[in-house]
């Protein structure tokens, strides 16, 4: 948005598209993180004299409205955050009412439109969808980074419409935030370069693994995604998780990887995945068959503080365990520590999106992180070295 003109945006109506998918519990927001980064782009943009017309979706409601779905609550959130701007939400996203309250917009007001998802044409990219929302406002911002994985309406579609329009179509600022950041550790790292990626399941990361084992220096594997690595080495897993149709695979990773990958060397066992179990700390060849990994142990948490001591560039993606459960949450604690150190040393630290954010946020390690992502599936993408198809119908990307 920096490259917009004064004339672009004075008096004018900006359509920008955010993410603000948050985690709400009994009509209770639970993590505002999504709202509050999108603060200095909508700041940004009121104080150069735009009014505002946000569009977000929320949840996956298919196509047809779901009352639990409505972005209302969102919208009253926002109000209390964006002091002395009146922040008002509309029914209605593209019909009548959602026109009519885009046109009667004064310079340093805001609305929030209904629900994105509520339309049956936003998820397949309908042409005609994308124009009735292009004629909500005079410039497309895109500040969803978290939804720039999906070629949607809201998201390229519009853009496209915009820009052959004439009109500006750009990034906003926690957009270009999140790809300078992510963009950065991909092309130039600060060495050494050390990825930590966890979570349960290696074929949700298999494509991230291949693309950053050549550009790393150390990839560091935890959470159940270690399980399938434990099987491929011959070791016994006990009841674990473990993805045997990806255990070849984990055994030919390893063999091309050599020393850069590091499988854990412990592990937080118990014989069931529930709170209140009774925990031990096994070595990896020590699996009983009753018993379950849920966590790496604190051996392991040690070597990849070892290896995390010298980083230039952290990268996170997966928790450690199963967090969500105190007895389950030690290892990924005990990581996410690690990389905070690193920040004070001096190393970039990024967390991706999605289970590490909420470790890092529930951890109360936010703020000691160089960047934590909004983006879960996005960031993922980004990382697999996709191309992201709500950014590279922007402006700026040519
Ligand atoms: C997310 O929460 O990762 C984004 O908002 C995208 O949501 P989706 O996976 O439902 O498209």
Do not use: C
């Amino acid at each position: 948005i920096a490259d917009l003109r004064d004339d672009e945006l004075r008096g004018r109506r900006v359509v920008v598209r955010v993410d603000y998918n948050v985690p709400i519990e009994d009509g209770r927001i639970t993590d505002d993180t999504r709202i509050t980064s999108t603060l200095p782009t909508l700041n940004a943009l009121l104080q150069r004299g735009a009014s505002l017309v946000l569009l977000a979706h929320f949840g996956r409601p298919k196509g047809k409205p779901v009352p639990e779905m409505s972005l209302r609550p969102v919208a009253a959130r926002l109000a209390e955050l964006l002091e002395g701007h009146s922040v008002r939400f509309v029914e209605d996203t593209v019909g009548r009412e959602a026109h009519g309250a885009a046109s009667m917009l004064q310079p340093g007001e805001v609305i929030l439109l209904e629900n994105t998802r509520f339309l049956p044409g936003e998820e397949k990219n309908d042409g005609p969808l994308a124009e009735q929302l292009a004629a909500l406002g005079d410039v497309f911002v895109n500040d969803a980074f978290g939804a720039a994985h999906r070629a949607h309406s809201s998201t390229a579609g519009i853009a496209t419409i915009m820009r052959g329009q004439g009109k500006p179509a750009v990034a906003g600022l926690l957009m270009d935030r999140e790809l300078e950041y992510l963009g950065r550790a991909l092309a130039s790292p600060a060495r050494p370069f050390v990825a930590i990626l966890g979570g349960s399941k290696i074929s949700g990361k298999i494509d991230v693994i291949r693309s950053l084992l050549p550009k790393t220096d150390h990839l560091l594997i935890g959470g159940a995604m270690a399980n399938t690595f434990f099987r491929s080495m011959g070791l016994a897993t006990g009841t674990s998780l473990v993805e045997d149709d990806r255990v070849e695979m984990a055994r030919e990773l390893l063999a091309q990887a050599g020393d850069k990958l590091v499988i854990p060397v412990d592990a937080v066992v118990a014989p069931r995945l529930e709170a209140g179990q009774t925990t031990t700390v096994v070595a990896r060849e020590e699996i009983q068959a009753d018993q379950s990994v849920l966590d790496i142990g604190p051996r392991t948490v040690e070597e990849f503080r070892r290896v995390l001591g010298t980083a230039g560039t952290v990268l996170w993606n997966g928790p450690m365990g199963v967090f969500e459960i105190a007895e389950f949450a030690a290892g990924t604690r005990g990581v996410a520590e690690a990389v905070a150190d690193a920040t004070d040393r001096g190393a970039t630290t990024i967390i991706g999106g999605g289970d590490s954010a909420a470790a890092v946020a529930d951890m109360g390690l936010e703020s000691r992180m160089s960047h934590v992502s909004t983006g879960g599936g996005a960031s993922l993408e980004f990382l697999e070295g996709r191309e992201l198809p709500g950014v590279s119908v922007l402006s700026e990307a040519e």
